[in-house]
C-alpha cells in the first residue's frame, strides 16, 4: 500500500482536461511545499512535470499545472493530447518516515 | 546537458550483494543531491535513499539495514549497494539528480533521471 493514494486511472478525449489527485496526510502533502509530479511512458524512465506543488521545469507544457488544497494535490492537464497517454505518479517529502513517498501512480487514457 | 547512466550486473543471486554504478556527465557530481529510486515489474516507484555530494545519505528505513549509498566525486559517480537480496528486489532501478539550491537545501523533486537497468535476483 503506497503511503500517497492516487486514482488507479482517469480517462479524457483529446483536447479535455483532466485531473488527477494525490491525497496525503498532514506529515507529508499537506504539510510541506515539495509535491512532485512524475509522468511514464511504458518502457522509459519517469520525466518530472511539477515541482514544489505548482512549479514547471523548464521543456514541459503550460499545459501541464499543479496544486494543492489540504492534504490533497492534484495535478491538472488542458488540452489533452495523445502523447499524454501515461502513468502519472506522484511524490512528495515525509516527516513520518522515509522522507519522500510516492502515489501508486495514475494510468492516463487519451480515448 | 547533464545525463545519467546506470551499470552493473543484470542478475543476481538469492542473498547476495546488489551493486551499481551511476555514472553523471555533461556535468559536475558537486553540488546536488543524487537518488536512487526502483520499479518492481508492473508496480510503483519505491524511493531507495539518497546522499549529498559531500557523502551525507539518507535511506529509506524499510530498506535501511540492507542499503548503501557512496560517492565518488573524483569519478563523477555514485553507487548503491543493497545486501541480502531476495526474488523481492527485482527491480528496474533508476538513479536521479534530486532538485537542490545553491545553499545545499534538498527540494526533493528529481529533474534528471538515468535510462534505468533491470536488475533480476534469480539462482
Known amino acids: 500500500q503506497s503511503a500517497l493514494t492516487q486514482p488507479a486511472s482517469v480517462s479524457g478525449s483529446p483536447g479535455q482536461s483532466i485531473t488527477i489527485s494525490c491525497t496525503g496526510t498532514s506529515s507529508d502533502v499537506g504539510g510541506y511545499n515539495y509535491v512532485s509530479w512524475y509522468q511514464q511512458h511504458p518502457g522509459k524512465a519517469p520525466k518530472l512535470m511539477i515541482y514544489e506543488v505548482s512549479n514547471r521545469p523548464s521543456g514541459v507544457p503550460d499545459r501541464f499545472s499543479g496544486s494543492k488544497s489540504g492534504n490533497t494535490a492534484s495535478l491538472t492537464i488542458s488540452g489533452l493530447q495523445a502523447e499524454d497517454e501515461a502513468d502519472y505518479y506522484c511524490s512528495s517529502y515525509t516527516s513520518s518516515s522515509t522522507d519522500v513517498v510516492f502515489g501508486g501512480g495514475t494510468k492516463l487514457t487519451v480515448l | 546537458q547533464v545525463q545519467l547512466q546506470e551499470s552493473g550486473p543484470g542478475l543476481v543471486k538469492p542473498s547476495e550483494t546488489l551493486s551499481l554504478t551511476c555514472t553523471v556527465s555533461g556535468g559536475s557530481i558537486s553540488s546536488y543531491y543524487w537518488s536512487w529510486i526502483r520499479q518492481p515489474p508492473g508496480k510503483g516507484l519505491e524511493w531507495i535513499g539518497y546522499?549529498?555530494?559531500?557523502?551525507?545519505?539518507n535511506y529509506n528505513p524499510s530498506l535501511k539495514s540492507r542499503v548503501t549509498i557512496s560517492v565518488d566525486t573524483s569519478k563523477n559517480q555514485f553507487s548503491l549497494k543493497l545486501s541480502s537480496v531476495t526474488a523481492a528486489d527485482t527491480a528496474v532501478y533508476y538513479c536521479a539528480r534530486v532538485i537542490t539550491t545553491i545553499f545545499g537545501v534538498v527540494k526533493y523533486g528529481m529533474d534528471v533521471w538515468g535510462q534505468g537497468t533491470t536488475v533480476t535476483v534469480s539462482s
Open positions: 546522499i549529498y555530494y559531500s557523502g551525507s545519505t
